[in-house]
């Protein structure tokens, strides 16, 4: 069992940064995949980044690639995601995932462990 809590959520200026946290519990953290999704209100959750196991491998949505960094700190069992040059379409509830043994996906499926997710909204 994997338990993921997300933090750094918030309210920003268009153009400003924030950098959201991702601490997960359990054995198998170091050995996981691990995604960052977001959900806008009336919108489907969408892919955002991912992470491999190591750290070595990461994998971005377009919207998001040049702007938004994973990065991920297996001694603290946590995964971030800075987010920079911060957009209105931005907004959103993001979620972190875990995927245990498993390479970098881009689906929701392919997750089995989900955080609550952080609000981020930024004002334009």
């Known amino acids: 069992q994997v338990q993921l809590v997300e933090s750094g959520g918030g309210l920003v200026q268009a153009g400003g940064s924030l950098r959201l946290s991702c601490a997960a519990s359990g054995r198998t953290f170091s050995s996981s995949a691990m995604g960052w999704f977001r959900q806008a209100p009336g919108k489907e959750r969408d892919f955002v980044a991912a992470?491999?196991?190591?750290?070595?491998?990461?994998y971005y949505a377009d919207s998001v690639k040049g702007r938004f960094t994973i990065s991920r700190d297996n001694a603290k069992s946590t995964v971030y995601l800075q987010m920079n040059s911060l957009r209105p379409e931005d907004t959103a509830v993001y979620y972190c995932a875990a995927r245990p043994y498993g390479s970098t996906k881009s689906s929701l499926g392919a997750y089995d462990y989900w955080g609550q997710g952080t609000q981020v909204t930024v004002s334009s």
């Open positions: 992470i491999n196991w190591s750290g070595a491998i990461t």
